[in-house]
């Protein structure tokens, strides 16, 4: 369970968040919407640690995750994407995987070589098959396309397991294929991760979401089951434009 | 970890190998000078490393390799001189006191990072080498302590003596095959993984759950450690330690070899070196104004190959 207490973030004299709170059950996907400029990334970047909050806190399955750094909560089990996709482009899928691994297990040493290590192999393979990864595993990153660098992106954020990922418009840039690609990728996290995922389109939000949120000018507008966000007169007039 | 550079970089470690026994088995045929420079060369090569290590692989561009270039010199000097402990002992003394300046240095310099850590490396470098200058009845100042007597080195049974070019140039192609060596492993090992990653996004590092300052200070422990093994081979080898060891130039200098050989592939750090000592050498002895010709030599490479010498042999396949 992941549990936002009134956070607030201010850049100066701009409050960027205003008293969020949010609770996300265990494993469910939630999607968090909301205009340009409503403070859904700001809530990311809070949640995994790149900015510190102003005042409020962050809890996830019982850790006080306010006061660590973004290491840290790495491996207290956040894991995240980025909006621009954020991998290691001269490395191939395999060895990203395996860097991956290898940092939640903080078992990294000069002395044992990198692709020969026995228990990150399996792991590694596991997470890789799941995403239907296995074809491209030795392809270089900068060579593949986009689609399939954001699904690499899932598959590192997954390794060793977090409690909790962060999608950070996971479908954007996307063609129409990728996203089904990624929609049922998304779909096969239901059940063993929390996912908290920003996103624009609609359609693949009310597919996809167990529950909605809708931030506005840094402040939780709604929040609620597709259905009842749908019907919701208020995030009508302000998201969908009616 | 590109493909083309990995094949090459395979390749090459058999040519290095090749190149080494080579100059070993000719070795008794060369005459006392050419020895030197032989000797001279791998003291420049094991130095391009340790730049190689904290530079091309982890990203930071650090320019106080000479201060652990010299803290190795002065804690071998010292340590053969003074405490009269066999060179083994002294190398891994100077291997410790290199170690302990990175980690001071790094613990705060490396936290800068970008060009905050370049501008804090060199500083502290200029501040050594004055600190050194005037401490004169330790470092000896720019006269510097001559080594007494010669060491000797017994390496399975058979003795090596500096007191001999030849002998001086074994140990020295010696420590700088190990040291390259240890360098490529460091280069394939988990944990030069996690650097080389570090440099390339450090935002995806942390958010995997590294500790990139942890991983940089690491790095920087490694290279200064190395750097120190060079100043060790300087001191015995030469038989003579300076307060010019630290000066800011034995910093600069591994970058212009590394950058004209190629950063970030080790064996382009070797390269360079080797080309540009050689270079100045000759070059020194035929033209009075020999850093021009250099100085414009370098600036045409940095130019038309910005991977250096060795991006010439890479695409070549």
């Known amino acids: ?13 701009l409050k960027a968040l205003d008293d969020i709170s949010l609770i996300a059950e265990k494993q469910e996907i939630r999607f968090i919407i909301g205009p340009n400029g409503a403070g859904k990334t700001t809530l990311f970047n809070i949640i995994s640690g790149i900015l510190p909050s102003s005042h409020g806190s962050v809890k996830l399955e019982g850790t006080e995750l306010t006061g660590l750094n973004v290491s840290e909560r790495a491996l207290c089990g956040v894991g995240r994407t980025m909006q621009v996709t954020s991998l290691f482009n001269n490395f191939t899928v395999i060895e990203n995987l395996t860097l991956a691994v290898q940092a939640k297990k903080s078992s990294y040493s000069i002395w044992w070589l990198a692709d020969r290590k026995k228990g990150l192999h399996d792991e590694t393979w596991a997470v890789l098959k799941k995403l239907g990864l296995d074809r491209i595993a030795s392809k270089f990153v900068w060579e593949l396309p986009h689609g399939d660098m954001r699904i690499v992106e899932i598959a590192i954020a997954l390794a060793g397991n977090p409690k909790l990922i962060l999608l950070d418009e996971p479908f954007s840039g996307m063609s129409l294929g990728e996203a089904k690609r990624m929609i049922e990728v998304i779909r096969s996290l239901k059940n063993e991760v929390t996912v908290l995922a920003i996103e624009h389109d609609m359609g693949v939000v009310m597919d996809l979401a167990d529950r909605i949120t809708v931030l506005d000018k840094g402040q939780v507008v709604a929040e609620g089951s597709p259905d009842e966000i749908r019907s919701n007169n208020q995030v009508k007039v302000l998201y969908l434009g009616e | 970890m590109r493909k083309y550079s990995l094949h090459f970089l395979m390749e090459s470690s058999f040519i290095i190998a090749g190149l080494i026994l080579l100059s070993a088995l000719i070795a008794p045929w060369l005459g006392p000078y050419t020895l030197f420079m032989g000797t001279q060369i791998m003291v420049c090569c094991i130095l391009a490393l340790s730049l190689d290590i904290i530079y091309g692989l982890g990203g930071l561009l650090s320019l106080a390799q000479g201060v652990f270039f010299g803290l190795g010199g002065y804690a071998a000097a010292i340590a053969i001189q003074n405490y009269n402990r066999t060179p083994i002992e002294a190398l891994l003394l100077a291997i410790v006191i290199g ?32 600190f050194a200058q005037s ?54 090992s988990s944990l030069g993984w996690a650097v080389i990653m570090a440099k390339d996004n450090p935002v995806r590092a942390e958010l995997l759950g590294y500790n990139v300052y942890r991983l940089r200070l690491i790095a920087f422990i490694i290279a200064g450690s190395i750097a120190a093994v060079s100043g060790y081979l300087s001191c015995i080898t030469c038989r003579h ?15 212009l070899w590394c950058l004209f050989g190629g ?13 540009l000592y050689l270079v100045e050498e000759i070059i020194s002895s035929w033209i009075v104004y020999s850093e021009i010709v250099i100085g414009a030599g370098l600036v045409l490479v940095i130019i038309f190959l910005p991977q250096g010498l060795i991006g010439l042999l890479r695409f070549r396949k």
């Open chain 2, 99 to 130: 170690a302990t300046g990175a980690l001071i240095i790094g613990s705060f310099a490396v936290r800068l990072g970008g060009p905050r850590f370049i501008v804090m490396t060199m500083i502290i470098s200029l501040v050594i080498y004055f």
């Open chain 2, 135 to 188: 401490l004169r009845n330790i470092t000896g100042g720019e006269d510097g302590i001559p080594l007494g007597r010669p060491v000797k080195l017994l390496f399975l049974g058979w003795q090596l003596s500096t007191s001999k070019p030849l002998d001086r140039y074994y140990i020295a192609c010696g420590l700088a095959a190990v040291v390259y060596a240890f360098c490529r492993y460091l280069r394939r």
């Open chain 1, 1 to 13: 369970m992941l549990e936002i207490k009134n956070v607030t973030k201010t850049f100066g004299g």
């Open chain 2, 241 to 255: 330690v300076s307060s010019l060891m630290f000066h800011w130039v034995v910093s600069a200098n591994p970058l």
């Open chain 2, 263 to 275: 950063i970030g592939t080790l064996v382009g750090s070797l390269i360079g070196a080797s080309t």
